[in-house]
């Protein structure tokens, strides 16, 4: 798994990239905890996501917020940590121009900062929200939410209460044309140790689901053509007919008589001569 840097808006954000098997497979970023409480991108739900992503044939970015890691800055209160997520979206976009669709995922701090992206980038088609922390951070912004997804929550979250998540997962599922997949995981805590196994199979079912292409729309309808007798007309030579060709075609002048030459004058008899 290579090593990126990638340009953010307060210095260089360290990564971790996994190219996807063609360059028509879908892309994934992934968000990491709270940088203030010893989130990074090497958290085990974050690699574990990453392993459910890359197992189904995604492209996959993780990175480290500003000041956490080798990125540069410091905490940006949550303003800035959206801005180092929209830079790394473009970085995953631009490295992979003809990707089928694009996701966000993110645990718990990243959740919330994922659905904040997903509001502003119309081209994310599908969400993953791990203990999303709906009791801690404001999610009304989600109003419309833009597109449907996969939030799961443990029963034995001793950070983020499961009836929290579970109001906010309905509130979501009352859109119109949004179906959120709300998944409750029995005997999990916040960091769902000793289910991570199942979290990645619980993501990576959902992942593995194309997301679906909407056909084209019809062609409009051939205009009809209007002819105006007094302007030309507007087919291609080849279908005007040829007795409006004909019609329209400028008609020869007509010849002139040929001059008659003039009548030559007649000889006189000479005269006879004299005789003597």
Same mark, same amino acid.
């Given at each position: ?9 307060e210095g ?10 063609s ?11 709270h940088? =203030?409480?010893?989130g ?8 574990t996501?990453? *392993? ?13 917020f500003?000041?956490v890691?080798?990125s ?5 209160r ?10 790394a ?12 669709? @694009?996701?966000?995922? %993110? ?8 659905? *904040?992206?997903?509001m ?9 929200s ?14 419309? @939410? ?6 799961? *929550?443990?029963?034995?979250?001793e950070?983020?209460?499961e009836e929290? !998540? ?8 009352? =859109?119109?044309?949004?179906? !959120? ?5 029995? %005997?999990?805590?916040?960091f ?13 079912e959902y ?15 051939? *205009? ?6 007094? =302007? ?6 080849? =279908? ?33 001569s004299?005789?003597?």
């Amino acid at each position: 798994m290579p090593d990126v840097v990638i340009n953010g808006a307060e210095g260089r954000l360290e990564g971790r990239y996994m190219p996807g098997p063609s360059d028509r497979a879908p892309i994934a970023l992934l968000l990491h905890p709270h940088p =203030q409480h010893g989130g990074t991108m090497h958290n085990k739900v974050v690699y574990t996501l990453n *392993q459910a992503f890359t197992k189904v044939g995604f492209a996959t970015l993780r990175f480290n917020f500003r000041g956490v890691g080798r990125s540069q800055g410091s905490y940006g209160r949550g303003e800035g940590e959206l801005q180092d997520a929209a830079s790394a979206l473009d970085w995953l976009q631009q490295t992979n121009p003809n990707s089928a669709s @694009c996701w966000i995922a %993110g645990f718990s701090f990243g959740a919330w900062i994922g659905m *904040q992206l997903l509001m502003r980038r119309p081209e994310i088609d599908r969400f993953v929200s791990i203990a999303p922390p709906a009791n801690v951070f404001d999610f009304t912004f989600l109003a419309p @939410c833009p597109s449907s997804g996969l939030i799961v *929550q443990g029963d034995k979250d001793e950070v983020v209460p499961e009836e929290s !998540v579970h109001k906010l997962s309905e509130k979501l599922a009352k =859109q119109r044309d949004i179906k !959120v997949d709300y998944r409750v995981m029995k %005997g999990a805590n916040h960091f769902f140790a000793d289910k991570l196994d199942k979290l990645e199979a619980m993501v990576g079912e959902y992942a593995g689901v194309p997301v679906p292409v909407a056909p084209p729309p019809p062609p409009p309808p051939p *205009q009809p053509v209007v002819v105006d007798k007094k =302007q030309p007309s507007p087919l291609p030579p080849t =279908q005007v007919s040829a007795r409006t060709a004909a019609r329209k075609a400028p008609k020869p002048a007509p010849a002139k008589a040929a001059a008659k030459p003039a009548a030559k004058p007649a000889k006189k008899p000479a005269p006879k001569s004299a005789k003597r």
